[in-house]
């Protein structure tokens, strides 16, 4: 960094015109709604801030004011910001974070959504490309969050049986909304009426996001895309060769949060836990 | 307002604590544990066998293996590559290279409260049973960013147990048979040793001799500098310490809190059976050919 940037930068903190990220004053009662990049987080803090306020109706500019992302706001604004604050981020584990939403989804749909944010899908054969893309997601090797394994146990081993730490799986929360929400709801210390629920979920519905998306987009500063809430599309959307090396790198904790291996990585799986059983 | 004018003076200068945030590289190797771990110790051993002619004491390790959370930005990025950095981070994926030390938490929390009293983080008088539910929640100052010991140690063995870029290593097996540890050391880093070198490494770096560097040094090493004496930085570097010194009630807390990764590193629980560290996040089974030795 020059001279001139950390100047520029040293007057925005004095400021408090710089985004937090890593200097946000945590408060105890904050609850951070953390995932994996490409984990359906859009949508579901959406969601949520359609759960937390129904009047008036939550709008795509004022989700970014209801749950802000950690480097979507300034200091300032987190700081006048009323408590307690509901924050978006995407790191791994931090100790600081003490109430914690964390949203896991299959690591063969987060691979095509990933590609899709940065790449033009041009279809399951995609190539030598798309396979060092994949290559390049399992191992996390550029990543400064890390890979998708990384990241999700990094939280689940530290975390996974903490009281103040919820599992949501994005899979559930798109074909069980109502019930993934009151979970939500419950977490948050909310009373949410059944009614209440079913209305959240109403506004956040897909389709009512892509019109909201089209009908705003002309005004938003900025507006988020959303990926295609199709689970389970990397069936048909993924070559064989990368859904191998997905479930040969990370397996046993796919299992373990109920993602279904296909039969190759089944075997592997059993191949290795066979193996430690031996060597016990 | 102060305090901030600082940091920004600080950071404009490139003066500002490389802490978690700071620029790394591929070939960066960093030698990470929870506090009070064996890390300084490490860091000599370490330090002693990269630069063979050069004795390490505290008036060099910084420029050899720098702390994050002693030096600043400006000074990390001037130590030539490949480096070897020091840390006490909780898991961080732009490490790539990592060896960790783990050591038994029942002897970390004894030496982390000195530590604690040695520099005012605590009061002096401050009760061992009140500071123990504090110290395993991570929740004592100084521990506030890095988390529990549990929390600390899970989240790089759940994320790099197994990977080629992580060596794990037990502070207790390092007392008992340091020559074999420096020598996985040595390999993962790709030195080329011999026995003898190493145990002239180990001779080198044994707890008696930085004892004596710190009596002479302590006031010129950016860690221990304008801190109270009475309290040495460099410990018993002993294992087991606990047993005589630890309440029951308080090995109870421990075991309670942290007994199946306890027992996946294999330190024996002494009041409580352990449910074994559920898979899949960590296989650990057979991590260890070298057993500890035995408790006297």
């Given amino acids: 960094m020059s001279v001139i940037h950390r100047v520029a930068y040293g007057i925005k903190h004095i400021l408090e015109l710089d985004k937090p990220r890593h200097h946000l004053m945590v408060y105890a009662d904050d ?28 709008t795509l500019p004022d989700v970014e004011r209801f749950i802000p992302a950690i480097d979507g706001q300034t200091r300032r604004f987190f700081r006048a910001m009323p408590r307690p604050r509901v924050i978006q981020h995407h790191e791994s584990f931090d100790p600081q974070y003490k109430n914690v939403i964390y949203i896991v989804r299959d690591p063969r749909d987060v691979v095509v959504s990933a590609y899709n944010s940065t790449h033009e899908w041009t279809g399951a054969d995609g190539g030598d490309g ?9 191992t996390g090797e550029k990543s400064d969050i890390g890979s998708w394994g990384e ?4 939280w689940i081993a530290t975390r996974g049986n903490a009281p103040r730490f919820l599992l949501l799986r994005y899979e559930d929360l798109v074909s069980e909304t109502v019930r993934e929400l009151d979970k939500v709801a419950r977490f948050l210390g909310r009373q949410a009426t059944a009614e209440h629920l079913a209305e959240a979920v109403k506004r956040s ?21 959303f990926p295609l809430a199709k689970e389970g599309g990397w069936r048909t959307t993924l070559p064989k060769a990368a859904v191998c090396e997905i479930e040969s790198a990370w397996g046993p904790l796919m299992s373990t949060l109920g993602y279904e291996l296909s039969e190759t990585g089944a075997a592997k799986c059993r191949a290795t836990e066979v193996a430690e059983l031996e060597r016990d | 307002m102060i305090h901030e004018l600082r940091y920004v003076l600080d950071h404009i200068l490139g003066r500002d604590l490389a802490e978690r945030y700071f620029k790394t590289f591929p070939d960066d190797t960093f030698l990470v544990s929870f506090p009070r771990s064996g ?47 020091k840390s006490h981070q909780f898991f961080d994926a732009r490490y790539k290279r990592v060896i960790y030390i783990v050591r038994d938490p029942r002897d970390v929390v004894l030496s982390y409260y000195n530590f604690q009293r040695k520099y005012g983080e605590i009061d002096d008088q ?3 049973e009140q500071y123990l539910p504090r110290f395993i929640a991570g929740d004592v100052p100084g521990l506030i960013g890095w988390g529990s010991w549990g929390e600390h140690v899970l989240s790089w063995l759940a994320t790099r147990h197994n990977s080629p870029g992580f060596l794990l ?17 040595a390999k993962f880093l790709g030195i080329e040793t011999t026995a003898e070198a190493l145990a002239a490494v180990v001779e080198r770096s044994s707890a008696d001799n930085m004892r004596r560097m710190e009596k002479t ?32 009630n308080a090995i109870d807390e421990i075991e309670e809190a942290w007994g199946p990764l306890m027992k996946a590193l294999g330190y024996q629980l002494t009041r409580r059976p352990a449910a074994p560290l559920l898979p899949p996040y960590i296989h650990l089974q057979n991590a260890y050919t070298v057993p500890i030795r035995q408790q006297v």
């Fill in chain 1, 31 to 58: 609850t951070f709604v953390v995932s994996f990049p490409g984990s359906g987080d859009t949508w579901t803090v959406f969601l949520i801030a359609n759960l937390l306020q129904l009047k008036p109706p939550v």
């Fill in chain 1, 130 to 138: 798309f396979m060092s893309f994949v290559t390049e997601f399992v």
């Fill in chain 1, 151 to 154: 990241h999700v146990a990094s």
């Fill in chain 1, 205 to 225: 519905s897909v389709e009512n996001k892509h019109r909201l998306e089209q009908a705003q987009s002309a005004g938003a500063k900025k507006t988020t895309s």
């Fill in chain 2, 39 to 85: 890390n300084t110790w490490t860091r000599f051993l370490i330090g002693n066998l990269v630069r063979p002619n050069e004795a390490i004491s505290f008036l060099n390790v910084e420029r050899v293996i720098p702390d994050t959370s002693a030096l600043s930005n400006r000074y990390l990025e001037r130590i030539p590559r490949p480096r070897i950095i």
């Fill in chain 2, 126 to 128: 401050y009760p061992l």
């Fill in chain 2, 169 to 185: 290593l037990r502070y207790e097996a390092m007392l008992a048979d340091p020559v074999c540890e420096l020598g996985k050391v």
């Fill in chain 2, 217 to 248: 040094q302590s006031d010129k090493w950016v860690v221990t500098k304008g801190r109270r004496k009475d309290i040495p930085f460099v410990g018993k570097a002993k294992e087991g310490g606990w047993q005589s010194l630890l309440p029951e």
